[in-house]
């Protein structure tokens, strides 16, 4: 998907430094993000290491963001196509989209390799959260997460990277 014209920023996600919502300034972040990089404007990839994180919170994750301006949010209605690749031992990533009002929908990746694999998400895909009022017409967040379960790393000490590619970041 070409984000060109909406020229959207792009940069890494870390958990809080203390166990507190919201995060106060001075209390910086868990280096879990190892290494951020925006090569091109075709890509970015983070390093991370989860045990940089911590158990208390559920601060035990490593990410990026994808941030549209306030004045000319992402519409979700044609789709979304992202490419990822990765290396290390996770095969499964969460995307989180995030509405103009705070409203979050979360999708779940699998089955990424070091080869790129292009993964369409569509509105139908994030409707099926069940959460009435997210408008996928005005994204304004898109949150690319590594945590330690499940769905995703698995443990806690997981280490790699992860590598997103899309025209236009």
Request: proline share 3%.
């Amino acid at each position: 998907t070409d984000l060109t014209s909406k020229q959207a920023s792009i940069g890494e996600l870390e958990p809080c430094g203390t166990d507190s919502d919201p995060c106060p300034p001075a209390s910086g972040t868990l280096n879990t993000v190892t290494s951020f990089d925006q090569s091109s404007s075709i890509h970015a990839r983070f390093d991370f290491d989860l045990g940089n994180g911590l158990d208390a919170g559920n601060r035990r994750w490593a990410g990026a963001m994808i941030l549209f301006k306030a004045t000319d949010l992402l519409d979700t209605t044609g789709g979304l196509v992202l490419g990822f690749h990765k290396t290390g031992s996770f095969t499964r990533l969460k995307i989180d989209f995030v509405d103009d009002t705070g409203d979050k929908v979360t999708v779940r990746v699998r089955d990424l390799t070091g080869t790129e694999k292009r993964y369409r998400i569509t509105p139908s895909l994030l409707a099926e959260a069940g959460l009435t009022s997210f408008d996928a017409t005005r994204i304004r967040v898109i949150s690319v997460v590594v945590d330690d379960t499940a769905d995703a790393a698995g443990s806690k000490t997981a280490t790699g990277a992860v590598e997103l590619h899309t025209v236009g970041l």
